[in-house]
């Protein structure tokens, strides 16, 4: 998913990195390209004009400062990703538990949204968290939307509340207050309500949900909706929002390769935060949303963070605590480091998928590699960083032309392959340094020694004010 838009973002930046000192017509330049990645990818026009206007208002603002940055492209690159971050809904948000239990949890969204599949998903997370969620079946409009749902519960353990068989069609109002008492009674501490729905909007469907939503009074009514349906996902969610309302966004389906602007635009539009993420069918591909971390994949910086949470139980003991002192006295993350994450996740599965979090992931060399993945790429992937010295492992900076051309025929790679990975890398770790330096603070997961890949908080305006260490910021682009 976004692919394109993080393709076309990587180009602009790219194009833009390669020019030095800004000129105001450079800004515009990327601005108008930014403006047509994003409309492309069928973001919603009022989230397009705002990103754009305050893309403009920003850099204007500090384009004197631009130019004595470092590198003037990665400070308006930084401006771009506080701007996505922000559209994005800024901070992460979390479930919000009821004080006396059950949590209700009321989902609605349309047909085919993939509700009944995040009741099973969701209740499968939260019961991994110690909790005891009750599944009510509160969709009566196709026949085997109820069978569908135990089967689900069944899967993962997870009791399901269903009116009884051959009861007809019945009243889901009436299923969802019995099976909210029943959860009382049993002492389940969360429900999750699924319920119907309809092809297109109407009345019926909004009237519905919300008597749905009157009887239980949830304390988080979720919309569920595909990420791949295109612009018409703006319109439906306000109308979602005027009819029955709703707390939080789940956006599912993206593992698709649509374009998926449309979803991006949502929050922006209700103002309401995304909360969880559906990547695939199975139970498991489910995922907590951040702002900040999908901001970085759409950049083309990956999300090592998430990468990072779900490789700690493939790193030995004394790799991680090796990773851990490291992190914690501010040594540079390096190349050897970036190996032995390769090493680590060569003992997971879905590689595909952690590979999609790697920096670079959606730009052209290895985003080929991903779509035709196999064991081999990888072990390529590996020989370059193996092709390098430990001098250069250590400091990329030392990487000259002959030296890259040295790694690409040791490695069997083009030089443009080398580069792409040396500059990922360093921009990566770059924004790493930023998280350890930056006021945001940080949080590793508990265990777990690996830098997270991009800031909590939006990134601030400018962070790079430092005087250009080479005089000219083109060559220290490059450089670093
Ligand atoms: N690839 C992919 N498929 C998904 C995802 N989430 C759901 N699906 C599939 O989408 C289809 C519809 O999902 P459901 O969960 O039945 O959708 P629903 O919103 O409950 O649909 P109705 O009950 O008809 O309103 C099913 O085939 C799911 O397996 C996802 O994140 N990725
Ligand atoms: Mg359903």
């Known amino acids: 998913m976004f692919e394109s838009l993080s393709a076309k973002f990587q180009g602009a930046f790219s194009s833009l990195r390669s020019k030095g000192r800004l000129k105001p017509s450079d800004i515009d330049e990327i601005t108008s390209e930014i403006r047509s990645a994003l409309l492309d990818s069928d973001v919603a026009l ?9 893309l403009k208002v920003r850099t204007n603002e500090v384009l004197a400062d631009l130019n004595k940055s470092t590198n003037p492209a990665n400070a308006v690159f930084e401006i771009v990703n506080s701007l996505l971050v922000e559209i994005l809904g800024g901070s992460a948000r979390r479930i919000r538990y009821a004080k006396k239990p059950p949590t209700v949890i009321l ?3 349309l047909q085919g949204a993939g509700k009944t599949s995040l009741a099973g998903k969701l209740a499968n997370y939260l019961k991994a968290q110690g909790n005891t969620p009750l599944l009510i079946a509160s969709d009566l409009q196709r026949p085997n939307a109820v069978t569908q749902l135990q089967v689900v519960g069944e899967s993962i353990g997870v009791p399901v509340f269903a009116p ?6 019945g009243d889901p109002v009436k299923v969802a207050k019995a099976g909210l008492k029943f959860a009382e009674d049993k002492l389940h501490n969360i429900v999750i309500v699924d319920t119907a729905g309809r092809l297109g909007l109407d009345a019926q ?4 949900a919300k008597q ?7 304390d988080e009514v979720l919309y569920v909706v595909d990420a791949m349906v295109g612009q018409d996902a703006v319109r439906t969610a306000q109308a979602f929002q005027d009819g029955v309302g709703f707390d939080a966004i789940v956006l599912t389906k993206l593992d698709g390769d649509a374009r998926g602007g449309a979803a991006l635009s949502i929050t922006q539009v209700t103002g309401k935060p995304i909360m969880f993420a559906a990547t695939g069918e199975k139970v498991t591909d489910f995922d907590l949303f951040y702002p900040d971390r999908m901001a970085s994949r759409i950049l083309g910086l990956g999300d090592i963070q ?3 949470e779900q490789a700690k139980g493939a790193f030995d003991s004394d790799t991680a605590a090796k990773l851990e002192s490291k992190f914690a006295s501010g040594e540079d993350f390096t190349l050897d480091d970036f190996l032995a994450q390769l090493e680590a996740m060569k003992k997971m599965g879905s590689m595909t998928k952690l590979l999609g979090m790697m920096p670079g992931a959606n730009s052209g060399a290895m985003k080929k590699q991903l779509e035709q993945f196999d064991e081999g790429e990888l072990v390529k992937t590996q020989s370059i960083v193996q092709s390098m010295t430990p001098l250069e492992r250590n400091d990329p900076k ?3 032309g002959s030296r890259r051309m040295r790694i690409a025929n040791g490695s069997g790679r083009q030089v443009s392959d080398v580069n792409s990975l040396v500059e990922r890398f360093s921009q990566a770790q770059k924004v790493m340094k930023q998280m350890r330096t ?4 940080m949080q590793l997961p508990p265990g777990m020694a690996m830098p997270p890949g991009m800031p909590k908080q939006p990134a601030p305006k400018v962070v790079n004010k430092k005087k250009s260490r080479s005089g000219n910021p083109a060559k220290r682009a490059i450089e670093s």
């Open 46 to 54: 009022s989230v397009v004009d705002f990103f754009i206007e305050e």
């Open 438 to 441: 930056g006021k945001g603070g």
């Open 205 to 208: 469907l909004m009237e519905q």
């Open 212 to 218: 749905i939503r009157d009887a239980v009074s949830p």
């Open 306 to 308: 998430t990468l990072a």
């Open 164 to 169: 009884e068989p051959g009861n007809g069609v």
């Open 398 to 400: 030392v990487l000259n």
């Open 107 to 109: 989902l609605t969204g």
